[in-house]
């Protein structure tokens, strides 16, 4: 004999009524707690972020300085044990003027753009950086391989995120 599932507020079901082909399509709203680990690199580059600093992981073989840190290189396939302190200044690699907000509404009239940027950090490999927003600046004013400077929140108001760096703005 088999047992019937209990189901709250809805019609109970069998195995056999769902593999008989008696039901097309069912509904569930499933109550998912979960937690995101951002493992040891980011975990520590988030920590240090957080007293207003950034930390980079070295490849022991190719010698790559890398941003954001990574517990491997991706070049050598090795393990990355070696942690750098790298400056919070660089220089614009690529950047976009962007007409829209991030949950792609359009800016309003009048409201500035966004200025998102890839910057290379000074003291990290070439091509690695990070990606934030670029401020203090117009879009006009912004160049490929211009030198720029973090501006950091106030250590009152870190919470270890990458938005502890405010934007980046021209030196």
């Known amino acids: 004999m088999q047992e019937k ?8 079901l069998t195995d056999q009524d769902i593999r008989s082909g008696k039901i ?8 998912c707690a979960y937690a995101w680990d951002t493992g040891v690199a980011i975990n520590r580059y988030l920590a240090e972020l957080k007293k207003g600093k950034i930390i980079a992981t070295e490849c ?13 290189c991706e070049l050598c396939y090795i393990p990355c044990a070696e942690w750098r302190y790298v400056k919070d200044t660089g220089v614009v690699n690529t950047f ?8 792609a509404s359009r800016i309003k009239e009048g409201e500035k753009p966004h200025l998102p940027a890839v910057i290379e950090i000074d003291g990290a ?11 203090e600046v ?5 160049k490929i391989g211009m030198k720029v400077k973090a501006v950091w929140k106030p250590e009152k108001e870190r919470t270890g995120s990458i938005t502890d760096i405010k934007y980046f703005k021209p030196i």
């Open 24 to 31: 097309f399509i069912t509904e569930d709203s499933l109550d």
């Open 60 to 72: 022991r073989k190719c010698r790559r300085i890398m941003l954001p840190p990574r517990m491997f």
């Open 5 to 12: 599932v209990k189901v709250s507020g809805g019609t109970a």
């Open 138 to 142: 117009e879009p006009d004013q912004i």
């Open 125 to 135: 490999s070439q091509d690695m950086g990070i990606m934030h927003l670029l401020g």
């Open 96 to 103: 976009s003027i962007c007409h829209v907000h991030w949950d």
